[in-house]
């Protein structure tokens, strides 16, 4: 991902997402990531059942990558683990919420100025102009 993408205060907001997910033919759901202590929503992923399975059995949040089209047991290679405390199912069983306890310096993969991870990945606000705002 680029510099600007992730670090900019332009909007580039990628309303084709689904339709890439979908292009993959992975059979997934959304599953986003809150933090059980503070309530914070952390980041939003796609799970499939082997994602589900892992995650259920190792007790560590677990998506499926669809960019990457594998498994992704989140901190693994970061190590800011994200600990699963439960699994919430939706009324219509088309989306998880993983309620998860953060496990080292944050949970996105991009860093602050200071070089520590971002508590979660929703730290830009959408200004009425269309430019982004550090929260």
Same mark, same amino acid.
Request: net charge negative; aromatic share 8%; proline share 1%.
């Given at each position: 991902?680029?510099? /600007?993408?992730? /670090?900019?205060?332009?909007?580039?907001?990628?309303?084709?997402?689904?339709?890439?997910?979908?292009?993959?033919? &992975? +059979?997934?759901?959304? +599953?986003? +990531?809150?933090?059980?202590?503070?309530?914070?929503?952390?980041?939003?992923?796609?799970?499939?059942?082997?994602?589900?399975?892992? +995650?259920?059995?190792?007790?560590?949040?677990?998506?499926? &990558?669809?960019?990457?089209?594998?498994?992704?047991?989140?901190?693994?290679? &970061?190590?800011?683990?994200?600990?699963?405390?439960?699994?919430?199912?939706?009324?219509?069983?088309?989306?998880?919420?993983?309620?998860?306890?953060?496990?080292?310096?944050?949970?996105?993969?991009?860093?602050?100025?200071?070089?520590?991870?971002?508590?979660?990945?929703?730290?830009?606000?959408?200004?009425?102009?269309?430019?982004?705002?550090?929260?």
């Amino acid at each position: 991902m680029s510099k /600007e993408l992730e /670090e900019g205060r332009e909007a580039m907001l990628d309303f084709g997402k689904l339709e890439k997910v979908a292009s993959t033919a &992975s +059979a997934v759901l959304p +599953a986003v +990531a809150q933090n059980v202590e503070s309530g914070e929503v952390l980041f939003i992923g796609y799970v499939n059942e082997l994602a589900l399975q892992t +995650a259920m059995r190792e007790g560590l949040a677990t998506f499926w &990558s669809t960019s990457r089209n594998e498994l992704w047991i989140k901190g693994k290679t &970061s190590g800011d683990y994200l600990e699963l405390v439960d699994v919430r199912v939706n009324c219509e069983q088309n989306s998880l919420l993983y309620l998860v306890r953060v496990k080292g310096g944050g949970a996105c993969h991009t860093r602050c100025s200071d070089g520590k991870a971002r508590s979660g990945c929703y730290y830009r606000s959408l200004r009425p102009d269309g430019t982004l705002e550090f929260t």
